[in-house]
C-alpha cells in the first residue's frame, strides 16, 4: 500500500545521485538522513539538522548501525543552515512534527520552517528539490501546515514549482507532501 513516505523516496530515488551533497531538515530518529545517504554513496554528503541532542543521538546510532560515515549531525535549527552550508545541494527534506516518543513541544514551528525553506531553496541547484512533509491534526500542527500552505501558495510561479501530494480518501489527517522544484 502507498504510504506517505513513499512520496519523499520516489523524488530521492529519481534524483538523487552518488556524488551529490543533500540535507535533512529535520533528522529526528534518523530515517530520512540514512536514505539520502545510501542515495548519495560514499563521495556524497549528508547535513543533517535537528535542535533536540536526543535526536542527534538516535540519527547518530541507526547511521553507525548501517556503516554510514558520509554525514555531519548538526545541533541547530534548520533556518541557521546557510551557516553550515556554502555549496549547492541537490535535495533539502523536511519531516515536520515532533520527534516519535519524544517532546511533543519540541515540534517544527512555521516561523523557523518558512526561514528553513526561504534559505533552502538558495541552496538548491537548478535540477534540485525540496520535499516537505506535513504532518497536522495534534497540537499546533494545523497552525503550521495553514501557515505553510499559504506561504507555499505565493512562492513566484516563474520561479519555482509547488506540487502536493495528498492522501486524498484517508482517514486521521494523514501527512500531506509538498514538493518544490525551480524552473
Ligand atoms: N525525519 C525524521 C526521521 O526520519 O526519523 C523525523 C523527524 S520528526 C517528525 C521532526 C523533528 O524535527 C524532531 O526531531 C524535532 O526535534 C525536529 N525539529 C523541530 N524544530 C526544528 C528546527 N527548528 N530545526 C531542526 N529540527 C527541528
Known amino acids: 500500500m502507498l504510504q506517505p513516505q513513499h512520496i519523499t523516496e520516489f523524488f530521492i530515488n529519481t534524483f538523487v545521485k552518488k556524488g551529490d551533497v543533500c540535507i535533512d531538515a529535520t533528522a529526528g530518529n534518523g530515517n530520512d538522513t540514512l536514505k539520502l545517504a545510501k542515495a548519495v554513496g560514499d563521495d556524497g554528503m549528508v547535513f543533517a539538522f535537528d535542535i533536540q541532542e536526543i535526536a542527534i543521538e538516535n540519527t547518530k546510532a541507526l547511521l553507525l548501525e548501517n556503516n554510514i560515515k558520509n554525514t555531519e549531525l548538526i545541533l541547530d535549527s534548520h533556518s541557521e543552515m546557510d551557516k553550515y552550508i556554502n555549496q549547492k545541494v541537490k535535495a533539502v527534506v523536511f519531516n515536520l512534527?515532533?520527534?516519535?516518543?519524544?517532546?511533543?513541544?519540541?515540534?517544527?514551528k512555521w516561523e523557523t520552517t518558512t526561514i528553513a525553506i526561504e534559505k533552502a531553496l538558495e541552496l538548491i541547484s537548478g535540477d534540485g528539490f525540496i520535499a516537505i512533509m506535513i504532518y497536522y491534526g495534534k497540537n499546533s500542527g494545523t497552525v503550521e501546515k495553514d501557515a505553510l500552505m499559504e506561504f507555499l501558495k505565493n512562492l513566484n510561479h516563474k520561479n519555482y514549482t509547488v506540487t502536493t501530494h495528498d492522501f486524498y480518501n484517508r482517514p486521521n489527517n494523514p501527512p500531506l507532501t509538498a514538493i518544490i522544484t525551480k524552473n
Do not use: A, E, S
Request: hydrophobic content about 15%; proline content about 8%; glycine content about 24%.
Open 97 to 108: 512534527g515532533y520527534l516519535p516518543g519524544g517532546d511533543h513541544n519540541l515540534q517544527t
